[in-house]
Each structure stands twice: as structure tokens, then as C-alpha cells.
């Protein structure tokens, strides 16, 4: 794994650091390339078994580890109509040689907080959601720390969270005050996700983002803004996840020179939402036609 630089940039007249973890690998990269570090010997396993969303950042780089290194990716998901146009991640992760199966075939638990391995075959929670995953994090953390002792920075870290693994685990290895804003459930879901992974372990501070979100849900003010970032910043960020996070940093007043942002990677992710935004936008556009 490669370090991913550090860069200042500025939006809406506000200076900040950017983590830059789309850049780690142009196939594993954001915290997928973290979460997943741990599995860079699988010399003893021959089959790779997770589940989750058909759209899922994790599953594609499932599906692109178990093909670099010889292994079958079987993955279980519910389906539904995507399968029969492929695109995104479910299209790489396809091409990759994705085996898929019915998510009621799922033999373990979705509340599966640990990895498992069985007869030479490797089980692995939704997302990536496992204490092994913080191998990977933990060299995120050093990364950070060695970037803020020769900078002379005590950053605020700010990333938006899923399973909020990544933000616990950065907040475990860190001294610094990492924030997190819950895209997924609520911070009720986010706290037991937590307490579950490593009890023990200091937990991120919760931010509230402006209005409640649902996940996968299109909100045009968010993708306003992802446009406006990409415009402003000449970066191109996840659609899923980072909208929300700059929406709630905007919110609480915390976009300055003393954060540091944490990219979320997963752009391949970005093709069916794009879609789903411009189908929502042209009917948008025909009502309005349609009501002159």
C-alpha cells in the first residue's frame, strides 16, 4: 500500500487538507484499501464470501483483490433490476469474475463482526466491518501523525461514516479529535457498530448533518454541492457519502486550515448515481415544461 498525499485546498473561500485516498490505487483505493490491508497474504484461502448492496465500494474491491491474486469472489446480495444493466461496481466487480448469490444464502448472521475462515475459505462482514481491519487503518493514522509532526498541525479529522470502522479505529491509533457524521443509520447505530467492533476503544465525536439524509436516497441539494466541490477543488469526490460529510462540516462551521478531510475513494461508484441524478433532473425539467 502506498501513502496517499496531503493537500491544501479551498472551497467557498475556506482553506483545508485533503487526505487524498482516491489515489492509493486506481482499483483499491479510500477506506476499502484500508479496511481490506489484511488480506495481502491469502496464500491458504481459495474462496473470498462477503455480502451487502449490489452497488457496494466494497464488493468491487473484493472483486478486484480475489482476481489479482487467483481466488473466486462469491458474494451475496438481494437482487434486483441493476442485474440486468450492469454498470458501476457491480459491472466491474462482474468482469472481475464476481460469483453472485442470493443474499438468503448467506450462511452466517449479517450482524457477523469478525472475519471467519472455514475449510480454506475466507467470510467477511458487511463493508469490511471486522477488528482486522484496523491493520490497514493503523497505517492511515501513522500517515497522519507523520504529516502533522512536520507540518507542526494538531488537525481536526473529519471523515463520513457507514459502519463508522474506519473513524473508530483512525480515532483508537490518533490523539487528535476525529468527527464523523453517521450516513447510514443514525448515532445510535453508529455507537453499537462501535461498542460491537472494539468496546474498549475511545469512540469519534458524532456531528449532526443539516437535515436527516437517507442513505442511496437523491437529494438535489447534494449533488449541487458534489458539483460544486469538484468545480472549486478539482476533485472529483464520492456521491454516496462525501456530499453529506462537507454538507455537515458547512453546517457546524468546521471548514478551516485546522481540518484535515479524509477522501472516501469509491468513484467507480459514482457512474449509477450520476444516472440515477440526471434521470431525476429531466423529469425535473418535463414537469416544469409541461406545467408552462
Not at 490497514?136 to 470502522?165: C, H, M, Q, V, Y
Not at 469519534?204 to 437535515?211: A, D, H, N, R, S
Not at 486550515?257 to 440515477?276: F, K
Request: glycine share 8%; with cysteine; hydrophobic share 35%.
Amino acid at each position: 500500500m502506498y501513502s496517499s498525499p496531503i493537500q491544501q485546498l479551498a472551497f467557498r473561500g475556506r482553506s483545508f487538507f485533503l487526505k487524498r485516498e482516491d489515489l492509493l490505487h486506481p482499483h483499491l483505493s479510500g477506506n476499502k484499501a484500508r479496511k481490506f490491508y489484511f488480506l495481502q497474504d491469502l496464500s491458504k484461502i481459495k474462496e473470498i464470501h462477503s455480502f451487502g448492496s449490489l452497488h457496494s465500494n466494497a464488493m468491487y474491491s473484493l472483486s478486484f483483490l480475489a482476481k489479482s491474486k487467483g481466488k473466486t469472489f462469491i458474494y451475496y446480495a438481494k437482487f434486483d433490476p441493476s442485474l440486468r444493466n450492469p454498470k458501476g461496481n457491480l459491472k466491474g466487480a462482474l468482469e472481475n469474475g464476481m460469483v453472485l448469490q442470493p443474499l438468503e444464502r448467506w450462511p452466517y448472521g449479517k450482524e457477523l463482526s469478525c472475519t471467519i475462515v472455514q475449510d480454506s475459505s475466507l467470510f467477511i462482514p458487511e463493508g469490511g466491518r471486522c477488528p482486522q481491519a484496523q491493520e490497514g487503518i493503523a497505517i492511515l493514522a501513522k500517515e497522519i501523525l507523520d504529516w502533522a509532526k512536520k507540518n507542526r498541525k494538531t488537525p481536526k479529522i473529519f471523515l463520513p461514516s457507514g459502519t463508522g470502522t474506519t473513524a473508530l479505529f483512525l480515532q483508537k491509533y490518533l490523539l487528535f479529535r476525529v468527527y464523523t457524521v453517521p450516513c447510514v443509520g443514525d448515532e445510535e447505530y453508529l455507537r453499537k457498530q462501535w461498542r460491537e467492533l472494539d468496546p474498549s476503544a475511545p469512540q469519534p465525536t458524532v456531528l449532526f448533518p443539516p437535515k436527516k439524509y437517507r442513505f442511496g436516497r437523491l437529494y438535489l441539494e447534494l449533488f449541487e454541492l458534489w458539483r460544486e466541490l469538484k468545480e472549486q477543488t478539482g476533485v472529483t469526490f464520492d456521491l454516496l457519502y462525501d456530499p453529506v460529510g462537507f454538507a455537515t462540516l458547512l453546517h457546524h462551521d468546521l471548514l478551516d486550515e485546522d481540518l484535515l478531510y479524509i477522501h472516501q475513494g469509491g468513484i467507480m461508484g459514482n457512474e449509477t448515481m450520476i444516472e440515477r441524478y440526471k434521470a431525476k433532473l429531466d423529469k425535473i425539467a418535463k414537469t416544469k415544461k409541461g406545467a408552462v
